[in-house]
Nanobody
């Protein structure tokens, strides 16, 4: 079982930037693809970005392409989400997750372990 802890959320003005971090512990972090999702109250969890175990391939929701960047540091068991040019509709709780399915996917049901989430609020 991998334990995940997100950090880096907060309040930012529209157009600003935030960098989220997700620290992992437990089983071999570097063996698994990772993803970031977000969820607003009463809404379904939404895919944001995913990265393969090596970091060689990344995937993004169309809504964040060109503005968000996912990366990982396997030596330090951490995955990051750099968010630039933030818009008000990015206000959500952001979760990182790990999948043991052998590939990065955009489906939240493929991810087996989740962090507690970090709140991102973008003021317009």
């Amino acid at each position: 079982q991998v334990q995940l802890v997100e950090s880096g959320g907060g309040l930012v003005q529209a157009g600003g930037s935030l960098r989220l971090s997700c620290a992992a512990s437990g089983r071999t972090f570097s063996s698994y693809a990772m993803g970031w999702f977000r969820q607003a109250p009463g809404k379904e969890r939404e895919f944001v970005a995913a990265i393969t175990w090596s970091g060689g391939s990344t995937y993004y929701a169309d809504s964040v392409k060109g503005r968000f960047t996912i990366s990982r540091d396997n030596a330090n068991n951490t995955v990051y989400l750099q968010m630039n040019s933030l818009k008000a509709d990015a206000t959500d709780v952001y979760y990182c997750a790990v999948t043991t399915r052998g590939m990065a996917t955009i489906e939240w049901a493929d991810y087996s372990s989740w962090g507690q989430g970090t709140q991102v609020t973008v003021s317009s």
